[in-house]
C-alpha cells in the first residue's frame, strides 16, 4: 500500500497519526548579530544546526587554523596506532625554529630529539610552526607528503572548499579554506580524536624553559565554558578564531575569520556563542529504544506492536518552542504478521510550526509471529471489509 500522509486516522489505511502535539506562544527569535569579521559560522556540534552565518563559504587564508588539521592528522596517527606520544623526533634543519624568525614557534634545535607529546603540546598551545614541521616530516616524511596527507583528510570530512600546502598556515598561493569548512574540521576533532581535543583547554606549557600561554583567551572567559579550538594570523588573513563552548548538554562550534585585532576575534566570538546559547537549546525528545506507539498489527499472534527508534532524536530548535513540538508517524504500509524485532515500518517525523525538521526510521521493538490459522483468516477478512 503506497503510503499517504494524513492528520487524522481514519480506519487502517490513513498511515500517519500525530502522536503528540503542543501548543504554546510563538517564541520570537532576534536576527543573529552582526559580526565584524570577513566570514564567520556559528553551528550546533550534535545536530549540525546552522544558528549563523555570513560569508560562510568564502575562500580565505586560515593562518594558523591550518594547525587544526595539522592535528587531527597528528591525532588520527595516534590513534590508528602509526605513531605513538613516546616516538622520538629529530629536528631537522627545515624544522628549526631559526626559520621562522617573525612567527610562533616552540624554539626547537635542529638535531635535538624531541617526543611526539612535546610537539603536539608545542603545536596546539604554543602554536609552533617549527613544530609543525617536525611532526610532519616525522609522519610523512616531508612538509610536502604531510600536505597530501592534510587534504585526503579534508576530502574525506567535505572539506570542499580547502586546501593545504603547508602545515603550519604561514600565507602561500593556494593555501585556503573557508569558516563552513573550519567548523567541520573543529566538530571532527572533537568527535574523532577525542584525546588530542583534550590538549585544546591547556592554557600554557613550557618546553625548553620558556612558558607560553594558549593565545585563545576565551579559555579564561568565566562566563563561557570554552574548551578550545584554535587562533589563527597573519597580515593577510587578519584574525581568526574557532572556538567550541558548552553549556547543559549543548556544544556550539563558533568560527570567525579575518576581524582586525585580537581584541574583535574575541569578542565576534564571544557574541555568537551568547547569541547561540541564549536563544537556541539542543533536546532529545526521544531516546534510542523508546517506545513511540502501539500499533494495530494483522494476522499476528497478538493484536499490537511496539513501535519506536533505534536512535536518539537530538535536535536544536529556538529555546522555549519544545512545547510546539509535533511528533507524527507515517507508516510504510499496513503492519502484517510476521514482523521481525528493528523492522522499518515507517518514518517519524518531528514538526515545528508545520515544517518538517528531523526525521528517524521507525522500527518494531519487538518480533511479532504468524496468528493461529483461524486468527489469520479472521483478520484478512477484516481488512478486505474496512479498506
Same mark, same amino acid.
Request: negative net charge; hydrophobic residues 40%; contains cysteine.
Given at each position: ?75 588520527? *596517527? ?17 624544522? /628549526? ?32 610552526? %617549527? ?16 600536505? %597530501? ?45 577525542? %584525546? ?65 585585532? *585580537?581584541?574583535?576575534?574575541?569578542? *565576534? ?28 498489527? /494483522? ?89
Amino acid at each position: 500500500m503506497k503510503s499517504i500522509k494524513h492528520k487524522i486516522l481514519k480506519g487502517v489505511c490513513g498511515l500517519v497519526y500525530t502522536a503528540a502535539v503542543f501548543s504554546a506562544s510563538a517564541q520570537i527569535i532576534p536576527a543573529p548579530p552582526q559580526v565584524n569579521a570577513k566570514g564567520y559560522f556559528l553551528v550546533d556540534f550534535t545536530t549540525g544546526k546552522v544558528i549563523a552565518e555570513g560569508e560562510a563559504d568564502t575562500q580565505l587564508a586560515p593562518a594558523s587554523l591550518t594547525k587544526m588539521m595539522t592535528s587531527y592528522v597528528i591525532g588520527t *596517527e595516534i590513534k590508528a596506532g602509526n605513531i605513538a606520544t613516546t616516538d622520538m623526533v629529530t629536528v631537522s634543519e627545515k624544522a /628549526w625554529a631559526k626559520n621562522f624568525p617573525e612567527s610562533s614557534k616552540m624554539f626547537i634545535e635542529v638535531g635535538k630529539q624531541i617526543s611526539v607529546d612535546e610537539l603536539n603540546h608545542g603545536i596546539i598551545i604554543q602554536s609552533g610552526n %617549527d613544530a609543525c614541521v617536525a611532526m610532519a616530516e616525522h609522519i610523512a616524511g616531508s612538509e610536502s607528503a604531510f600536505a %597530501d596527507l592534510m587534504n585526503a583528510h579534508a576530502a574525506k570530512l567535505g572539506m570542499s572548499n580547502s586546501h593545504f600546502i603547508n602545515s603550519h598556515g604561514l600565507d602561500t598561493d593556494e593555501h585556503f579554506t573557508t569558516p563552513r569548512d573550519m567548523a567541520t574540521l573543529g566538530a571532527a576533532l572533537i568527535r574523532d580524536v577525542p %584525546d588530542e581535543y583534550a590538549l585544546y583547554k591547556q592554557k600554557s606549557f613550557t618546553y625548553n624553559g620558556i612558558k607560553q600561554y594558549n593565545r585563545n583567551s576565551l579559555l579564561w572567559d568565566e562566563s563561557l565554558d570554552v574548551d578550545g579550538i584554535k587562533t589563527g594570523h597573519t597580515s593577510e588573513a587578519g584574525y581568526s578564531l574557532v572556538t567550541s563552548a558548552t553549556k547543559n548538554d549543548m556544544r556550539l562550534i563558533a568560527v570567525v575569520m579575518g576581524t582586525s585585532s *585580537e581584541r574583535a576575534r574575541k569578542v *565576534e566570538s564571544k557574541k555568537l556563542l551568547n547569541y547561540g546559547f541564549r536563544f537556541y537549546e539542543t533536546i532529545t525528545p526521544y531516546k534510542a529504544g523508546d517506545s513511540f506507539a502501539e500499533q494495530r498489527i /494483522w494476522m499476528g499472534n497478538k493484536e499490537n506492536v511496539s513501535l519506536g527508534i533505534l536512535e536518539d532524536t537530538p535536535i536544536t530548535i529556538p529555546r522555549g518552542q519544545h512545547k510546539n513540538l509535533k511528533a507524527n508517524f507515517e507508516l510504510d504500509n499496513t503492519l502484517e504478521a510476521p514482523l521481525a524485532k528493528g523492522t522499518k515500518v515507517g518514518t517519524l517525523f518531528l514538526q515545528l510550526e508545520g515544517e518538517d525538521i528531523a526525521q528517524y526510521p521507525l522500527v518494531t521493538l519487538e518480533e511479532v509471529e504468524e496468528g493461529s490459522f483461524f486468527s489469520k483468516i479472521y483478520d484478512y477478512l477484516r481488512l478486505q471489509i474496512m479498506q
